[in-house]
C-alpha cells in the first residue's frame, strides 16, 4: 500500500458500496439491484450525489431507494505508541 493511499485513508477515504433499488423502465412493477463501488469519504460521500445525479439525468429507470456501506480500513484510532520492547525467549 502506497504512503498516499495510507494517507488517504486515515482522512476518512474507504471503499463505499451502495445498493441501489430502481425500476425497470420495461416493467414499472418489478425492481431491479445495482451495485455502485468508490472511493468515497464518510461520512459526507461526495462522489455519490454526482454519480446519482447522472442516474437520474441519463437512465430512464426511476430509484427506489439507495443503502450505503463504507469501509474504513485504516483508523486513527488503531495507531499508538508502543513505549515496551519485550524480548523474546
Known sequence: ???RDIAAKLKGHGLTTAK???YR????SLLQVFAWQEC???PDFPALPGFL????????????????AHDRLIRSTQWRPVSDILPLP
Open 20 to 22: 441501489i433499488l430502481y
Open 40 to 42: 468515497d469519504v464518510a
Open 53 to 68: 445525479d447522472d442516474w437520474r439525468r441519463e437512465i430512464e429507470a426511476q430509484l427506489h431507494s439507495v443503502r450505503l
Open 25 to 28: 423502465p420495461d416493467a414499472p
Open 1 to 3: 500500500m502506497k504512503e
